[in-house]
Each structure stands twice: as structure tokens, then as C-alpha cells.
T-cell receptor
Framework: DADVTQTPRNRITKTGKRIMLECSQT?????MYWYRQDPGLGLRLIYY???????NKGEISDGYSVSRQAQAKFSLSLESAIPNQTALYFC????????????FGEGSRLTVL | TQLLEQSPQFLSIQEGENLTVYCNSS?????LQWYRQEPGEGPVLLVT?????EVKKLKRLTFQFGDARKDSSLHITAAQPGDTGLYLC????????FGTGTSLTVIP
């Protein structure tokens, strides 16, 4: 089983719908991240969390919200999806060290029509 | 504005050729990482460089961190089809900023 699991892997939805992407990890890491990937733009950080009570905005948090339900679970919500939120979304974890390795899930492809 | 700019954005080469990918910034970093991402998967860490001027080798891959710790390069010797993928540099820290990515295709 994967150490970082994302669900769903693929989702097609319509403009205005609420969408939740879920992430769970078995690595025991405190730090969790949500990234968005678009062609030619690399990975851009949406939100990150250093523990259950610590949530921080990344560089592109507008239109998104997150919930850290437990150390192992970090979900990303789009309250009212719009077409330019069509992208590949990745959850990642890392340990406490600032230069530690990021471990990624396999990604969730979201299409907003 | 991207914190880290990678070049080239796309690269298509024949098996056996050498190539270099660049990661540049105007900012100074405590360390930089390189990741490789294959289709349908998340990025996987290749290396972390920490010291200015540092060179690390991973089989046919050579990574260098600039003396001023603002840039890095990845050199692949005798590329193979298995090297095909998206290469991403990342500035480490609390937020891990990623570069724009270089998509490499190695043609058999």
C-alpha cells in the first residue's frame, strides 16, 4: 500500500459544485502539504500544515480551504469549483527537518466543466 | 513570478546523448532538491544539495549547487529511455518552492 494515499484519483465536476480531495498517510509525519500542478508552472503550494492545530496558506490559497482532521489526514476543499481550478493536485508529507524529503501521493486529477 | 526558473522547459534527445538542466533564482537558498516525476505518479526525490559549490553524483546523474547557492544544475550522461520524465528543482524550507519543471524525453 502507498504511504500517501489520495482519493479520488480522478474527478469530473461542474462549475459551482463543492469538491473535497482527501489525503491520508502512514509515514507518521507531522507536516502535510497540498500542491497544484499545471503544465509549465511546476508545483504551486496551496496550503500546508505542521500539526493538527497549525494550518498555513501557501502561494495560491484563494478558492480553496483545508481541514487537518488528524495527524494522518489532510483534506482539500473547493467550495465552489471553477474551470480554472482544473489541474492535477498532489498531497505530500515531510518530517520535521526543513530540508527533509517530500513524499507525494499519486495525485488527484480534477476537471471542472 | 516564479521563484525558481528551470531551463529548458522541454528537451527531446536520442538515447546515449548528454544533457544539462538548469535551475536558477535571484534568491539564496539553504539547500536545493531535485525530484523526478513519471506520468501518473508523484515526484520522487533524487538528491539534496546543501553546500555552495557542492557536486553530487547518482550513477549517470551529476548535480551541482552554485557557489552562491542561487542556482543548480543536473547533468545526465548517456541518457537512457528510463530517464524520461519531468525533472523539478525545489527550494527547501517550510514551504518547499518548486521550479517550473523540465520535461525530458529520451528516444530509443
Amino acid at each position: 500500500d502507498a504511504d500517501v494515499t489520495q482519493t479520488p484519483r480522478n474527478r469530473i465536476t461542474k462549475t459551482g459544485k463543492r469538491i473535497m480531495l482527501e489525503c491520508s498517510q502512514t509515514k507518521g509525519h507531522d507536516r502535510m502539504y497540498w500542491y497544484r500542478q499545471d503544465p509549465g508552472l511546476g508545483l504551486r503550494l496551496i496550503y500546508y500544515s505542521f500539526d493538527v492545530k497549525d494550518i498555513n496558506k501557501g502561494e495560491i490559497s484563494d478558492g480553496y480551504s483545508v481541514s487537518r482532521q488528524a495527524q494522518a489526514k489532510f483534506s482539500l476543499s473547493l467550495e465552489s469549483a471553477i474551470p480554472n481550478q482544473t489541474a492535477l493536485y498532489f498531497c505530500a508529507t515531510s518530517d520535521l527537518r526543513g530540508d527533509g524529503e517530500l513524499f507525494f501521493g499519486e495525485g488527484s486529477r480534477l476537471t471542472v466543466l | 513570478t516564479q521563484l525558481l526558473e528551470q531551463s529548458p522547459q522541454f528537451l527531446s534527445i536520442q538515447e546515449g546523448e548528454n544533457l544539462t538542466v538548469y535551475c536558477n533564482s535571484s534568491s539564496v537558498f539553504s539547500s536545493l532538491q531535485w525530484y523526478r516525476q513519471e506520468p501518473g505518479e508523484g515526484p520522487v526525490l533524487l538528491v539534496t544539495v546543501v553546500t555552495g559549490g557542492e557536486v553530487k553524483k547518482l550513477k549517470r546523474l551529476t548535480f551541482q549547487f552554485g557557489d552562491a547557492r542561487k542556482d543548480s544544475s543536473l547533468h545526465i550522461t548517456a541518457a537512457q529511455p528510463g530517464d524520461t520524465g519531468l525533472y523539478l528543482c525545489a527550494a527547501t524550507g517550510n514551504q518547499f518552492y518548486f521550479g517550473t519543471g523540465t520535461s525530458l524525453t529520451v528516444i530509443p
